[in-house]
């Protein structure tokens, strides 16, 4: 397995699109795919269109927020960017497939899924496969993927903008799309790693689940309005909370929940706070990232900056000692949510990344959900995460 990293900032965006392609495809003979992240000021379908006049390598991606990292440093400009990473290996098979959204986001999962084995050429499951999509039914695509294949591994995170509007993109070959999914299944006996982490410090304030609506609005714990309890458990106001202000404050103390086995913990993003204008016992409620089931527990995490600093390489360093195998690549899936408050400082998370990752090439793109697994888990979707996955030379 070789794999190179490209990117641009150039504000033609097809020139930009010739430019990542020409330096993620100047040493491979035959790239197999390109994983590729762009800013949403670029006209992303001029980018692809550059990219297929360099090479035409399959594509699969997104965009990201506020920039993305790769191994010579943060990439962001007024303009836009584009970054991808691509991997040649002459027994690596990759079949991807998307399809925008629609009414039944299970039964789009189930079609992605047939498409993507389809166009592997292979009735066989895949042994890994990365998995974007619009942050909104990230499980449901999920659990339709599931259905066709089985558990197989995944890795990925949902697209995401600059300004939480809506303005995120897919990017799944010659297609760009706001909503849906997109995947790519790896057929491949070279070894592939994830590790699935927020990284947050648990607290003792915990509490249960007592009313949802709509699966992410998470209306009471202990049957106290949720962002009452929340504002209590982080000596805040609630009235401070309400809205989008509710998203920044939430990064350095998010909720979360255990999967069954205590085996990891899903970070729980809240996103808005307020009253959701639904037909609930209780208004102050907590829009989160991801779903979440009346009578589950949820508990209060936290996190400094110091450790969301240190977090990323600690993960890397992690990731890198599970592997059997030296690292061709590494995809670094970091949730937007963190990146965005610790704004300059991320610098220092480069520095760090750059130390551990020990000249393999890299992408870092920005997203707003992010999915994977740990040790016996099932997969998992969640938000202000990291999913960090390495694909070994053999």
């Known amino acids: 397995m070789k794999s190179m990293v490209g990117y641009s900032t150039n504000s033609d965006s097809f020139l930009a699109g010739i430019e990542t392609a020409k330096q993620a495809t100047a040493d491979l003979s035959n790239p197999k795919l390109g994983f590729l992240y762009t800013s949403v000021k670029n006209n992303i379908k001029q980018v692809v269109k550059g990219i297929e006049s360099v090479h035409n390598i399959p594509l699969i991606g997104c965009t990201s927020s506020s920039g993305i990292m790769v191994p010579d440093g943060v990439i962001n400009s007024e303009y836009g960017y584009s970054g991808m990473l691509t991997l040649d290996d002459p027994k690596l098979v990759v079949g991807i497939a998307c399809h925008e959204a629609g009414n039944n986001p299970r039964v789009i999962g189930r079609k992605v899924a047939i498409q993507a084995v389809e166009n592997a050429k292979t009735t066989r499951a895949p042994a890994y496969f990365y998995m974007v999509a619009s942050p909104k039914e990230e499980e449901e695509y999920l659990m339709g993927i599931q259905d066709v294949i089985g558990r197989v591994p995944m890795f990925g995170g949902s697209a995401a903008d600059d300004t939480v509007e809506g303005n995120w993109k897919i990017i799944c070959n010659d297609k760009v799309f706001s909503d849906g999914v997109a995947v790519a299944f790896f057929y491949t006996d070279n070894e592939i790693n994830t590790c699935f982490s927020g990284a947050y410090n648990e607290t003792n304030n915990v509490g249960l689940i007592t ?39 939430s990064v350095r103390q998010p909720l979360g929940i255990k999967d069954p086995l205590g085996n990891i913990m899903v970070v729980r993003h809240p996103m808005f706070g307020d009253d959701m204008g639904t037909k609930t016992t209780m208004d102050d409620a907590i ?23 240190n977090a990323p390489a600690e993960l890397v360093a992690k990731l890198r000692n599970k592997m059997y195998n030296t690292p061709a690549a590494y995809i670094l899936i970091h949730c937007a949510g963190r990146r965005i408050v610790l704004k300059d400082k991320i610098e220092e998370v480069y520095e760090k990344v750059l130390k551990e990752t020990k000249g393999v090439p890299f992408i870092m793109p920005f997203t707003f959900g992010q999915y994977g697994y740990e040790e016996h888990s099932s997969n998992i979707c969640g938000g202000l995460m990291l999913s960090f996955t390495a694909i070994g030379k053999k």
Do not use: P
Not at 220 to 249: C, E, P, R, V
Not at 294 to 309: F, R, Y
């Open 287 to 309: 829009r989160l990232g991801n779903k979440v089931v009346k009578g589950t527990a949820i508990v209060q995490l936290e996190a400094s900056d110091k450790e969301l600093i």
């Open 211 to 249: 009313e949802v609506d709509d699966d992410r609005n998470l209306i009471s714990i202990d049957g106290m309005s949720a962002l009452k309890k929340y504002a209590h458990w982080t000596n805040q106001n609630a009235k401070d909370l309400f809205g989008h202000n509710l998203l920044t404050a």
